[in-house]
């Protein structure tokens, strides 16, 4: 605070007597420093003094002291040793005693606090006593006593400045993503009213040139124009002027690491079998190498690195998998910056809506000769399903003749399908190689291809035992 020190001048006036002075040290003054006029009667054992301090200013308190001591030398005593004393300020009587001055253990003390107001005088104070003279104390009848006045003459100056008052705010702890829509919230005030300029610096940097201190106190720093803050702790300076000195107070503000963005946006649903894109973007806001995972449950599909400019949004290169079973699946996707990662999920659908394809083939399309034997017949499905995965072969046999009778009267088996190789696509038959006198038999065989989405495709052929061989 660079408060104004005014000299004082004193002088110590004397009625009957000659004059002295009372001296403070006006080149290095200490503000609780205080001068004293004071007078000793000719006996040498009784001095009155008046003591004020050595800075007075306007609309400050003060006190000043009117005082009466004995040498230690004299009895305590509780004799009168001086009467009708007053204190007076400019020739104003600011109190007034008529009665005697009786000392406690040698001594007697009067303080006055008083307070100067409008424009700086100077202001003479007096102590005004009569002594009543003897050594140690009067005795008898008085001894010729006689008025005497100890004075100070007070230059008062104008208040002091008061320094303004500054808070830099609470500490700010932010992530660095934050720092666009932080503010912090300084504030000064000034006791003597008078207008106040702040400005905010990081060490000897500035980061907001002096501007006013608005009506309210507030002295803010917005974040938003202040290039981007180095994560780690940065101590910001609030500065501010009255015009006579600079206040300043400090504020922490701690950045922390933004976790990088991870956003997939493949959704959707595939055909079992078919290729499926893994596609994301990626950002982190204070930018560097990002390695990304994406994973089903703790299985890793794929990963890599990539490097993203702060803030922006980057693609991830491109990823294919395939392989996932029919049905939904749960991906994640893990970004890391090295310091925090963040997730994101990926939800796809593995469905088969496309039937298998099949074109089966009889090993025999004509059974002859009409036998009666049962013979061998082998079809090859030929089926197969668009995903690569494995079909369900199913078949059956009909005849469009009777079947016929053995020897006992019982009807004869006309076909039997022994058996269907799924892994190798076969089946394998056995018809009857026979038909009622001229006529033809007709088999049909049906044959149905399911896969494992439940689509299914089914296919006839023909096996015939003709009327006969000619053209």
């Keep these: 605070m660079n408060r104004a020190c005014l000299a004082v001048a004193a002088s110590l006036l004397l009625m009957s007597s000659s004059r002295a002075m009372a001296v403070c040290d006006y080149a290095n003054p200490d503000p609780e420093s205080t001068w004293t006029a004071a007078w000793t009667n000719p006996s040498g054992y009784r001095t009155y003094s008046l003591e004020a301090p050595c800075k007075v200013y306007v609309g400050i308190p003060f006190t000043y002291t009117a005082r009466v001591q004995v ?4 009895p305590a005593s509780t004799t009168a040793v001086a009467s009708d004393w007053r204190i007076v300020d400019n020739g104003e009587v600011r109190i007034y005693d008529a009665t005697w001055i009786h000392l406690t253990d040698r001594d007697w003390v009067d303080s006055i606090t008083t307070t100067y107001f409008g424009e700086p005088i100077d202001h003479t104070i007096e102590f005004v006593f009569t002594d009543l003279g003897g050594t140690c104390y009067p005795s008898g009848m008085f001894w010729s006593p006689t008025t005497h006045i100890v004075g100070l003459t007070v230059d008062p100056y104008p208040p002091p400045n008061a320094a303004p008052v500054v808070e830099a705010g609470p500490d700010v702890a932010l ?6 829509a ?3 919230a300084g504030s000064a005030s000034d006791a003597d009213g008078e207008a106040l300029s702040y400005r905010w610096l990081e060490g000897a940097a500035e980061l907001q040139g ?8 507030a002295a803010p ?8 803050l180095s994560l780690g702790t940065h101590v910001f300076t609030l500065e501010v002027t009255d015009g006579h000195v600079v206040v300043a ?7 922390a690491n933004s976790p990088p963005v991870a956003a997939p946006f493949s959704s959707g649903k595939f055909e079992l079998g078919e290729s499926i894109p893994l596609t994301a973007d990626v950002a982190d806001f204070d930018g560097g190498t990002l390695t990304y995972r994406w994973l089903e449950g703790d299985a890793v599909l794929a990963e890599g690195t990539v490097v993203v400019e702060p803030g922006t949004a980057t693609a991830l290169p491109a990823e294919t998998i395939s392989g996932l079973a029919l049905g939904d699946h749960l991906l994640t996707l893990i970004v890391s910056d090295g310091i925090d990662s963040s997730s994101a999920e990926l939800a796809i659908t593995v469905q088969d809506t496309i039937a298998p394809t099949l074109a089966p083939v009889a090993s025999a399309r004509i059974l002859w000769p009409p036998s009666g034997q049962m013979i061998p017949v082998t079809v090859i499905a030929h089926a197969r399903d668009s995903s690569g995965a494995p079909v369900v072969l199913t078949a059956s046999v009909s005849t469009d003749q009777p079947s016929r009778l053995d020897d006992l009267g019982n009807p004869m ?11 190798a696509g076969t089946i394998s038959l056995e018809l009857r190689a026979d038909k009622p006198r001229g006529q033809v038999r007709t088999y049909w065989i049906s044959v149905t291809a399911i896969d494992t989405g439940g689509n299914s495709t089914n296919a006839q052929l023909t096996v015939v035992v003709p009327h006969d061989q000619r053209p």
């Design 210 to 217: 002096f501007r006013p201190v608005d009506a309210s106190g």
């Design 221 to 228: 720093l917005a974040l938003s124009p202040v290039p981007a």
């Design 71 to 74: 040498s230690p030398e004299c």
């Design 413 to 423: 088996p006309e076909y039997a399908v022994l058996g269907i190789d799924q892994a």
């Design 175 to 180: 992530a660095s993503k934050e720092q666009w």
């Design 182 to 184: 932080t503010t912090i």
């Design 249 to 255: 107070d400090t504020v922490t503000v701690s950045v």
